[in-house]
């Protein structure tokens, strides 16, 4: 739809432009102009890196990184051409590739980018924690989902067949359309987010939970094989899969591997294995303080009573009861793997 012109004489269409016809390139203008003012786009964000790229096996890089006020990572990919390209699937690439930063590793970034962009004078960790309202970083609740937030003139059928299909498996994508048009040697544009459309917002969610908990009722396939196991000459018989790996996990802390060690092995959810808080404490000034970290803190997601509780290197550690299916085996195999001394094995039971 084009935009008008009204006045008291007649109305008048707007004639569309291009960002290519007017001059603005990708990155050298439209980049910078949206860094600088990232409301236009995406509401209640910090942008915390530009053309962030710090992985070693490839050369992508990701137009702007953000966080936002829930602390999660914001992915924003811009294009100038009028379908959007493939942006949709290099925003999923990148999404994937930054979604073990920790709250350190993006102040580092963020640091650098200040750097960049000549605030040295700025500090990344006040920055973030005061944008987050935050006294002190909260590891656990840093960076739990990715959004991603592509900007273009216009998008294809094809992408936006794409994007409506991943938002139905809950991928946090939207859509933002820059259109410009030209007025008397001004160009203005008209930003929409388009999907997905804000008036439909909060039925596409319900609708969306819906459709989620159909198609799990449709396909669930829970497992609940119960696992004889062994380490170190000990037996542990018929134990749920949670109960298995926090035996192992917690043996492991027992003998001498810091919980950390542990950390570094399930390198897709680092900041999920254990919640984290300083002091040695017992379960109930453990739950205190954890409630003081993270309201969020639920204590019947982790093991956290007084027999199940880690000390190590001064703080206390709590580890995650929540485990299952694939990646359950997956990480009881590295385990096994990693700590070969300890003679680990578990074997179904009948």
């Given amino acids: 739809m084009p935009i008008y012109e009204f006045t008291k004489t007649g109305v008048t269409s707007l004639n569309e432009a291009t960002f290519n016809s007017v001059g603005l390139q990708e990155r050298r203008d439209l980049q910078r102009l949206l860094r600088e003012h990232i409301d236009v786009i995406a509401l209640d964000t910090l942008i915390i890196a530009e053309e962030f790229g710090e992985w070693?096996?490839?050369?992508?890089?990701?137009?702007?990184?953000?966080?936002?006020?829930?602390?999660?990572?914001?992915?924003?990919?811009?294009?100038?051409?009028?379908?959007?390209?493939?942006?949709?699937?290099?925003?999923?690439?990148?999404?994937?590739?930054?979604?073990?930063?920790?709250?350190?590793?993006?102040?580092e970034t963020f640091g650098a980018y200040l750097t960049k962009i000549g605030k040295t004078d700025q500090d990344p960790r006040s920055t973030i924690l005061e944008f987050l309202e935050w006294d002190e970083p909260n590891p656990s609740e840093f960076a739990q989902e990715v959004r991603i937030v592509l900007a273009s003139a216009n998008f294809s059928p094809e992408l936006t067949s794409s994007v409506l299909w991943l938002r139905q498996y809950d991928v946090d994508i939207?859509?933002?359309?820059?259109?410009?048009?030209?007025?008397?040697?001004?160009?203005?544009?008209?930003?929409?987010?388009?999907?997905?459309l804000p008036e439909a917002n909060d039925y596409q969610v319900k609708f969306r939970e819906k459709a989620r908990q159909e198609r799990e009722a449709r396909t669930s396939k829970a497992d609940f094989t119960r696992y004889d196991l062994h380490i170190a000459g000990q037996t542990y018989k018929s134990e749920w899969k949670r109960n298995a790996i926090f035996l192992v996990c917690r043996y492991l802390c027992q003998h001498g591997i810091k919980p950390t060690e542990i950390t570094a092995i399930f390198d897709w959810r680092p900041n999920r294995i254990w919640f984290v808080v300083d002091g040695l404490l017992n379960a109930s000034e453990f739950a205190i303080r954890a409630s003081q970290v993270a309201a969020s803190y639920d204590p019947r997601r982790w093991f956290s009573e007084d027999d199940e509780l880690v000390h190590a290197d001064g703080k206390t550690y709590a580890f995650s009861n929540q485990w299952g299916g694939a990646r359950w085996l997956m990480a009881m195999a590295l385990l096994k793997e990693k700590f070969p001394d300890f003679k680990i094995d578990f074997s179904p039971v009948s």
């Fill in 56 to 107: 070693e096996d490839s050369k992508r890089r990701i137009d702007l990184l953000g966080i936002d006020k829930d602390a999660n990572l914001v992915v924003i990919e811009l294009k100038r051409t009028e379908d959007g390209g493939h942006m949709e699937l290099q925003a999923i690439r990148y999404a994937a590739m930054v979604s073990t930063m920790t709250f350190e590793k993006a102040t």
């Fill in 174 to 196: 939207c859509c933002m359309r820059l259109k410009p048009y030209s007025l008397d040697n001004r160009l203005l544009v008209d930003v929409q987010q388009i999907i997905p």
